[in-house]
């Protein structure tokens, strides 16, 4: 994600973050009263999970040295990023909802 900084500078890239994550908490609010919004909602919020998740493979200190490093999760950085696994998973149950809900409506 080193590319936003690059193109908008830290405050720009951070406003693009925030106003992604607004719009996917949004779209998930919109989604309980519209079936469309829903998968929208739903496909934002997998994606914003998937893409933290790879900064498992880029953050240093995720890695517990003393435990002979990776798989071995630190706490204080590791475990942080682990919580993004289960609402990925949470995510994608959405997702798998929110296509079936469309789907019969359609």
């Known amino acids: 994600m080193s590319w936003l900084h690059t193109a908008f500078g830290v405050r720009g890239a ?4 925030g106003t992604l994550e607004l719009a996917t908490a ?11 919004v829903s998968v929208l909602g739903a496909v934002m919020s997998c994606a914003t999970y998937a893409i933290t998740l ?5 953050t240093p200190g995720v890695a517990e040295p003393t435990a002979g490093g990776f798989p071995a999760i630190s706490a204080p950085i590791g475990q942080f990023l682990l919580k ?11 997702l798998q909802s929110s296509l079936a809900h469309w789907k019969a409506r359609a």
């Open 26 to 36: 949004a779209a998930l609010t919109v989604g309980a009263f519209h079936r469309g």
């Open 14 to 17: 951070s406003a693009v973050i």
């Open 84 to 94: 993004d696994l289960v609402l990925l998973a949470a995510s994608v149950v959405l």
């Open 54 to 58: 790879t900064f498992f493979f880029t």
